[in-house]
């Protein structure tokens, strides 16, 4: 499974609104998890399985409330059973997919279908 999910504060009182303290609380957290992630500048992504993924966001989350009166969560999650490593596959595959112009012929399908298969057979880790 991967996930990304986004944790704010609201009502911080601080004048110009910033959150970076609470989403780098939130950040260690994840870090701190030991499970694949990547943060940017909206989004912290992160991958395994489900219990373990909505742990680390329950504890992202509570690890942000001390900031704020309440707290935002955002998430979005690609539910894909037998995959891992998705976190990286997926930004391979769309570089692939830039270098070749967007276009692919029959065998590049087919031969990333054999690829994938291969990696959906592999054990999770």
Known sequence: MLI???VAPSGTGSADASVHDAVAAAVKVVRDSGLPHRTTSMFT???????EVFAVVKAATDAVMPY????????KADIRPGYSGEIDAKIDRLEDAIERG?????ADRTAASNRF???KSAPLI
């Open 45 to 51: 992504e992160v991958e395994g399985e489900w219990d």
């Open 4 to 6: 990304a999910f986004s």
């Open 102 to 106: 967007g276009e692919s012929s029959s």
């Open 117 to 119: 298969a291969e990696r």
């Open 68 to 75: 704020g009166s309440r707290v935002s969560l955002v998430l």
